[in-house]
């Protein structure tokens, strides 16, 4: 079981940036995905959650109306679209799956957003 995130990096206030998780060793399309964040001195923060089937998805507030997440269960990818990007929302960004009974992590995509 594996997740890998990919597409973090530096972008300025105002920006957008597109992060995937991809997944193997697992039914991916069968689990709920969620993306988590965790900014430097602060505790681990759910971002965004997506169903199996893609059809239903919720997000803290504080990405609310700014943040996308999505999925494509063929080529078992979730996907999480960040625009209006504040210096805020630095942090390193995990995907995330409970699959078989045990959490299963991705290393983590580091994201910062600075003029």
């Known amino acids: 079981v594996q997740l890998v995130e990919s597409g973090g990096g530096l972008v300025q206030p105002g920006g957008s940036l597109r992060l995937s998780c991809a997944a193997s060793?697992?039914?991916?399309?069968?689990?709920?995905i969620i993306w988590y964040r965790q900014a430097p001195g602060k505790e681990r923060e759910l971002v965004a959650t997506i169903t199996s089937n893609g059809g239903s998805t919720s997000y803290a507030d504080s990405v609310k109306g700014r943040f996308t997440m999505s999925r494509h269960n063929a080529k078992e990818m979730a996907y999480l679209q960040m625009n209006s990007l504040r210096p805020e929302d630095t942090a390193v960004y995990s995907c995330y799956a409970w699959v078989r009974s045990r959490d299963c992590w991705g290393q983590g995509t580091r994201v910062t957003v600075s003029s």
């Open positions: 060793g697992f039914a991916f399309s069968m689990y709920n």
